[in-house]
């Protein structure tokens, strides 16, 4: 889906309340939504994009390279995310992750999103041993290039495979409505109906919202004005 052209980006006015609440909203891409213009999503007042990067050990993103080099054009802050898989091992998707990006690592902790993917959505893994493979990873990720990170995931998945071996690590909540979370929610995914709209035409990128105000996050990652 394109995002830009004569007509500008919009948001949608329906139910705008639930996302005009939060101070900082921003988006995340992947190589599903096309060609996307982040100028015009800067000044949509989106603040924040976090591009997908990689997918376990073998797979990058199709447009992860040209979304970062055409983003460090914005005053956008940027973060990237790599899905976890639950069949290659921890070291192999942080090896591969970081063979792929290099230094194109953004200005915002790394986020690492654990889904039940394919099959595992009608048969979940093992937690402990599914738990123990995503603590690892974000054990080396923060031990070896030094940064925060966060796992984005639903409520139920952050309860079966992250809480019990990372309980105090930052999250990005997948919940089911958007509404405050507590201190430890970073970022919230909204799942909601509204979408942003490009010429009249409705997109699916995703949106996500900072758990914080503007005064928050600007200490903590500075402003982007």
């Known amino acids: 889906m394109v995002l830009g052209g004569a007509g500008g980006l919009i948001w949608h006015n329906h139910h705008q309340s639930a996302l005009n609440s939060y101070a900082v909203r921003g988006v995340s891409v992947n190589q599903a939504d096309g060609y996307v213009d982040f100028h015009q999503l800067q000044s949509q007042k989106i603040k924040f994009a976090y591009l997908k990067a990689t997918s376990g050990a073998s797979y990058l993103d199709d447009d992860f390279i040209d979304n970062y080099q055409r983003i460090s054009g914005s005053n956008l802050q940027v973060g990237i995310y790599q899905q976890f898989s639950f069949t290659s091992s921890a070291k192999s998707q942080f090896r591969y992750l970081v063979s792929q990006v290099q230094q194109q690592s953004g200005n915002l902790p790394i986020a690492i999103q654990v889904t039940y993917y394919g099959k595992y959505a009608d048969t979940p893994p093992n937690a402990k041993k599914?738990?123990?493979?995503?603590?690892?990873?974000?054990?080396?990720?923060?031990?070896?290039?030094?940064t925060g990170m966060y796992y984005l995931a639903t409520?139920?998945?952050?309860?079966?495979?992250?809480?019990?071996?990372?309980?105090?690590?930052?999250?990005?909540?997948?919940?089911?409505?958007?509404?405050?979370?507590?201190?430890?929610?970073?970022?919230?995914?909204?799942?909601?109906?509204?979408?942003?709209?490009?010429?009249?035409?409705?997109?699916?990128?995703?949106?996500?919202?900072?758990?914080?105000?503007?005064?928050?996050?600007?200490?903590?990652?500075?402003?982007?004005?």
Do not use: C
């Open 155 to 225: 409520p139920a998945v952050q309860r079966d495979i992250v809480d019990s071996y990372l309980p105090q690590n930052k999250k990005w909540s997948v919940p089911t409505k958007l509404k405050r979370q507590g201190k430890d929610v970073m970022f919230i995914q909204y799942t909601g109906h509204q979408k942003l709209e490009v010429d009249g035409v409705r997109t699916d990128l995703t949106q996500s919202v900072f758990n914080g105000s503007l005064k928050q996050w600007n200490e903590q990652f500075g402003s982007n004005e």
């Open 130 to 146: 599914a738990g123990a493979k995503v603590s690892r990873t974000g054990r080396i990720v923060v031990r070896t290039l030094w």
